[in-house]
């Protein structure tokens, strides 16, 4: 007789709160020895309604896989000591940002010192006896009086453009600096000093020099892209300067030897927003050979450009040294994928090490750089530890050595998910991305929903999209693409919509859209559109452009280029990606303003904001909602108290799923 099967096996639909379930791998650090791997995971708590991290380590000769530190606050940054016996780490215990010691063999931790601060660049000093890293100390740090620490100022005095950050609000009063811990004292030491943020620091591998970089410009707000490097001598004395063209820099790093030092950059000191290409580029410590670009040839960025909405993520990535000098290390985004490549010391053709379909969204060398460890994701995968062989065809021989989310696996139903490339009008492929409903029937019609990514200059990819997986579970075709003016596809692809916002980027999005209405799975009269920041100007513009999807979700959107400029935390930099303010071009802003368009609007809209998002400010989404209204449109607003701008990637986890239930009750009202 056959057993009956358990009803309780079937598996089901992905949930908006499985978003409290998932553990996210956020960093990785390879041990001295390449035996050990440490990594930060992340979870979200239902009860406390925060994001807590602790620190787990891999012995990859045993395979033990156990947790390091533990409790309900944030630890991060680990670095291994030289020696690899010891793992210092950042944490926020004790509601303060305090710097860690703990044996890796296990043990007892060492509170090493508590700071009003913000704390980056962690590393050991050669000799291990010593941390360095860049500080901040908050503006509470420098009030003595204990119950006005918490209590706003009577008043703010503001003198430079740049004042306050989205998601960390108004700027500390101190500059960043370089400092330095001796493990033995505690005694904390500066090494820099000055008016001006000193970052991204780096030391010699003799220990003897500091290097960093500067901005030094008249005005470092309007003229953020004009950086430099200085050095100056561990132990204290004068700092000078390392030449390097005019541009941004980032991530120095000290070679093997200590005569040259690699960084990210390039040398057009002017660019908009993420159109040069970033590449490594390397610069003789003391000044010979001067610096140059070790990949001229190569159209891509060597930086991560893929978004995903589990953390912050895009635009960032480490540079890393072989043991040997001879290479150097670095991850790209290309065609939705972000890999591992090295590049020769001498410069050349990039070899990529780890290929495939997905997002390497951190990685870590050390001892003989044998092997590379990363945190890897891919449609199906939030994130996992994994290890390769450092060389051509790495990821033949990658190894898995977690499986933090296997309820995904073992209880949900994930909806297939089909790379696509659409026609547009000229014959340009777009490169894009097809979720289908879990159970799906090719001979139903369903409704369709296409979203458009922020940035522009990031790139939708091979990486798990939490939002796009659930959204087809409520029974939804979507489509996400990577339209021009983006990243991923070379300077040209990221030029193209320079102070044309609205141009080729807009056709794009009608050529993918005639694509998706034509499948004959879907109604093309049950079609919406959505996207958050640059999407949400792009759903504005679709808005006020034609009226052929049936409702619409602006999130933390852009909505009047004249009036952003002024009242977002960098909305000054917007004369670079428009040729100028607006008082110096006002046809472009005018022309590529949404606003200027909103007497067209015939579609439901429903706009979603953050009361606290300081990049795209909430007064956008109040001008679209009262103009819209005044209009007599069917417009709808829902507002987020507390949340910045990035809700849908780290805000508050019952905000997250709010967000989404609101995305199901609009989209079904009009779409079902």
């Known amino acids: 007789m056959k057993k009956a099967k358990n009803s309780s096996n079937k598996k089901s639909p992905?949930?908006?709160?499985?978003?409290?379930?998932?553990?996210?791998?956020?960093?990785?650090?390879?041990?001295?020895?390449?035996?050990?791997?440490?990594?930060?995971?992340?979870?979200?708590?239902?009860?406390?309604?925060?994001?807590?991290?602790?620190?787990?380590?891999?012995?990859?000769?045993?395979?033990?896989?156990?947790?390091?530190?533990?409790?309900?606050?944030?630890?991060?940054?680990?670095?291994?000591?030289?020696?690899?016996?010891?793992?210092?780490?950042?944490s926020t215990r004790n509601k303060k940002t305090g710097l860690y010691l703990m044996p890796v063999a296990g043990g007892a931790e060492r509170r090493l010192i508590d700071l009003e601060a913000?704390?980056?660049?962690?590393?050991?000093?050669?000799?291990?006896?010593?941390?360095?890293?860049?500080?901040?100390?908050?503006?509470?740090?420098?009030?003595?009086?204990?119950?006005?620490?918490?209590?706003?100022?009577?008043?703010?005095?503001?003198?430079?453009?740049?004042?306050?950050?989205?998601?960390?609000?108004?700027?500390?009063?101190?500059?960043w600096q370089v400092y330095t811990l001796d493990l033995e004292t505690a005694g904390l030491r500066q090494i820099t000093k000055g008016s001006r943020h000193n970052v991204n620091a780096t030391i010699s591998p003799d220990g003897r020099w500091v290097a960093y970089i500067s901005n030094r410009s008249k005005d470092p707000d309007l003229d953020e892209g004009r950086w430099d490097m200085f050095a100056?001598?561990?132990?204290?004395?004068?700092?000078?300067?390392?030449?390097?063209?005019?541009?941004?820099i980032m991530s120095p790093q000290f070679s093997p030897d200590g005569k040259t030092i690699a960084y990210l950059g390039h040398d057009n000191p002017d660019d908009a927003w993420g159109i040069t290409n970033v590449h490594i580029w390397v610069v003789g410590f003391n000044g010979a050979p001067k610096a140059r670009d070790l990949m001229p040839k190569f159209d891509r960025m060597a930086i991560d450009q893929t978004i995903n909405d589990m953390g912050e993520s895009g635009n960032s990535s480490p540079i890393l040294w072989s043991h040997d000098g001879k290479r150097i290390y670095f991850a790209s985004a290309d065609m939705g994928v972000t890999n591992l490549y090295y590049i020769p010391r001498a410069g050349g053709t990039p070899t990529r090490i780890f290929r495939g379909n997905c997002h390497i969204k951190d990685f870590s060398l050390a001892g003989k750089t044998n092997r590379v460890a990363m945190v890897y994701s891919d449609l199906v995968t939030p994130g996992e530890i994994m290890t390769a062989p450092a060389v051509y065809n790495g990821e033949k021989k990658a190894k898995k050595h977690t499986d933090l989310n296997a309820f995904l696996r073992n209880e949900r139903k994930l909806s297939r998910t089909r790379e696509v490339s659409i026609k547009s009008f000229d014959g340009t492929k777009v490169q894009g991305w097809l979720v289908y409903p879990p159970d799906f029937k090719s001979t139903k019609k369903y409704p369709?929903?296409?979203?458009?990514?922020?940035?522009?200059?990031?790139?939708?990819?091979?990486?798990?999209?939490?939002?796009?997986?659930?959204?087809?579970?409520?029974?939804?075709?979507?489509?996400?693409?990577?339209?021009?003016?983006?990243?991923?596809?070379?300077?040209?692809?990221?030029?193209?919509?320079?102070?044309?916002?609205?141009?080729?980027d807009y056709k794009d999005c009608e050529a993918v859209t005639d694509w998706l209405a034509s499948q004959k799975f879907v109604n093309p009269n049950?079609?919406?559109?959505?996207?958050?920041?640059?999407?949400?100007?792009?759903?504005?513009?679709?808005?006020?452009?034609?009226?052929?999807?049936?409702?619409?979700?602006?999130?933390?959107?852009?909505?009047?280029?004249?009036?952003?400029?002024?009242?977002?935390?960098?909305?000054?930099?917007?004369?670079?990606?428009?040729?100028?303010?607006?008082?110096?071009?006002?046809?472009?802003?005018?022309?590529?303003?949404p606003i200027t368009y909103f007497k067209n609007v015939r579609t439901p809209v429903l706009i979603i904001h953050s009361e606290q998002d300081l990049r795209c400010p909430i007064e956008q989404g109040e001008q679209m909602f009262v103009m819209l209204k005044v209009l007599g449109r069917k417009v709808e607003m829902v507002r987020f108290p507390e949340e910045p701008h990035g809700l849908s990637r780290h805000g508050r986890p019952d905000r997250r799923i709010a967000r989404l239930e609101w995305f199901k009750k609009w989209f079904d009202r009009y779409l079902k």
């Not at 980056?120 to 291990?128: A, C, H, K, V, Y």
């Not at 009086?145 to 500390?172: A, C």
């Not at 100056?232 to 390097?244: D, H, L, S, Y």
Request: aromatic fraction near 12%.
């Open 448 to 504: 369709a929903v296409l979203e458009i990514h922020g940035g522009p200059r990031v790139q939708y990819g091979f990486t798990f999209m939490h939002e796009m997986l659930w959204l087809a579970a409520q029974g939804y075709v979507v489509l996400y693409t990577n339209p021009r003016g983006g990243s991923g596809r070379g300077e040209t692809w990221a030029d193209s919509i320079y102070a044309d916002w609205g141009g080729l």
């Open 14 to 90: 992905l949930r908006a709160d499985d978003l409290y379930r998932l553990r996210i791998p956020m960093g990785v650090a390879m041990s001295p020895g390449e035996d050990k791997v440490a990594y930060v995971i992340e979870r979200m708590d239902e009860k406390e309604l925060k994001y807590f991290s602790n620190i787990h380590l891999i012995d990859l000769k045993t395979g033990e896989n156990r947790q390091f530190t533990y409790g309900n606050h944030n630890d991060g940054q680990p670095v291994f000591s030289p020696d690899g016996s010891m793992l210092a780490f950042v």
């Open 232 to 248: 100056v001598p561990f132990k204290g004395g004068k700092e000078r300067k390392i030449v390097t063209p005019a541009g941004p």
């Open 118 to 175: 913000a704390i980056s660049s962690l590393q050991w000093t050669p000799d291990g006896t010593g941390l360095l890293f860049c500080l901040r100390y908050n503006d509470s740090h420098f009030i003595k009086d204990e119950d006005k620490k918490n209590k706003p100022p009577v008043y703010r005095h503001i003198t430079r453009l740049f004042y306050r950050l989205d998601g960390s609000g108004f700027e500390s009063q101190d500059t």
């Open 526 to 593: 049950k079609m919406g559109v959505t996207g958050g920041s640059y999407g949400g100007y792009m759903t504005n513009w679709i808005v006020g452009h034609t009226n052929r999807f049936a409702a619409a979700i602006t999130q933390r959107s852009v909505v009047n280029l004249t009036s952003i400029t002024g009242s977002s935390d960098i909305g000054f930099a917007f004369s670079r990606e428009f040729d100028g303010f607006p008082w110096e071009k006002p046809d472009i802003y005018e022309r590529c303003s």
